[in-house]
């Protein structure tokens, strides 16, 4: 069993910033990677970041990358989401995941948390 408890999330304006945060818990979590999607009405969820716990290695598409940026704290078991230079292109549901992410960079999802709205208002 694994439990991500997202954090952060709320309203605000187009240009500015939002820190999202994910604790991860349960005897069940035992990943080496984690993420965090997004899924706008009516939009299939995507990738935003992925981040290997132990090695570091972040991923980001070209959508949000010099943008956002994924950092992970392992003691605390926490996973942040710095967002910057939002627009309002930005708003939906962001979505913890922990997962695995193997040798070529790819992330595989696998436990979800229950999402944090983000909106961005022009």
């Known amino acids: 069993q694994v439990l991500l408890q997202e954090s952060g999330g709320g309203l605000v304006q187009a240009g500015g910033s939002l820190r999202l945060s994910c604790v991860a818990s349960?005897?069940?979590?035992?990943?080496?990677?984690m993420a965090w999607y997004r899924q706008a009405p009516g939009k299939q969820r995507e990738l935003v970041a992925s981040?290997?716990?132990?090695?570091?290695?972040?991923n980001y598409p070209d959508s949000v990358k010099g943008r956002f940026t994924i950092s992970r704290d392992n003691a605390k078991n926490t996973v942040y989401l710095q967002m910057n230079s939002l627009k309002p292109e930005d708003t939906a549901v962001y979505y913890c995941?922990?997962?695995?992410?193997?040798?070529?960079?790819?992330?595989?999802?696998?436990?979800w948390g229950q999402g944090t709205q983000v909106t961005v208002s022009s």
């Open positions: 981040i290997s716990l132990t090695s570091g290695r972040t």
């Open positions: 349960g005897s069940g979590f035992s990943h080496n990677g």
């Open positions: 995941n922990a997962g695995e992410a193997d040798y070529g960079g790819k992330y595989h999802p696998d436990y």
